[in-house]
């Protein structure tokens, strides 16, 4: 691979523009994904909030599922924030009825836990330890248990609820750092797909 590496967004539904920006802006080349062929042409994948249930219908309707889970198991890198981080849930709490996720990370994931008080708030994340950053959430999950192999990588303060985690190449955030500005969660995800180029 070279210095760039191919990011694709997953562009069912959901604020697409605003990650291709920030991976743009984090050093990847970046691609809408909406078929299986354009998703075979990247290095690695966003998978953006939006609203996790039409998600997975597009992605049904689109016979994407199918594709997608077989990236995911491959190994492809992948970044799922809000309804990204539930499409990235190996079991989820809260859906409507049948909803299916790719899945890849071992947690229950509960949609819209914040949400029953406050569709939306901001709070200070230590995201992976380096450094605090200010985080939106929308309408958010969060993770209600994870499995051994899965890293926190940041909490609400206060509340301590987890809204951060990285199994491997996978990655997925409760908040939507593609629309603060803050660049450091998109490149840290740029650098995990570079890392995986390095490796294969
Ligand atoms: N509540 C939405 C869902 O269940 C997620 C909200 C978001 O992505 N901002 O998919």
């Not at 539904?13 to 050093?27: I, K, M, P, T």
């Not at 799922?80 to 994931?109: F, K, N, W, Y």
């Not at 940041?154 to 908040?175: E, H, K």
Request: hydrophobic share 45%; aromatic share 6%; glycine share 12%.
């Amino acid at each position: 691979m070279t210095n760039a590496p191919i990011i694709g967004v997953l562009a069912l539904q959901g604020d697409v523009r605003e990650h291709l920006r920030a991976l743009s802006a984090a050093g990847a080349e970046v691609r809408a994904v909406r078929r299986a062929g354009e998703l075979d042409a990247v290095h690695g994948l966003v998978i953006p909030g939006g609203e996790s249930t039409t998600m997975w219908k597009l992605a049904d309707a689109f016979e994407m599922l199918d594709p997608l889970k077989a990236r995911i198991k491959e190994g492809m890198p992948a970044y799922g924030s809000c309804a990204g981080m539930i499409m990235l849930a190996d079991r989820i709490e809260d859906g409507i009825a049948g909803q299916q996720t790719i899945g890849g990370i071992d947690m229950v994931v509960r949609r819209n836990a914040f949400g029953r008080q406050v569709d939306s708030f901001e709070s200070d994340i230590d995201f992976a330890g380096g450094g605090i950053l200010r985080a939106v959430f929308i309408r958010a999950p969060w993770v209600e248990t994870l499995g051994g192999d899965v890293e926190v990588l940041g909490r609400t303060r206060p509340g301590d609820r987890i809204v951060a985690v990285r199994q491997g190449p996978l990655l997925a955030t409760s908040f939507h750092p593609e629309l603060t500005g803050d660049g450091r969660v998109h490149a840290y995800f740029v650098e995990m797909v570079r890392r995986d180029g390095r490796e294969r």
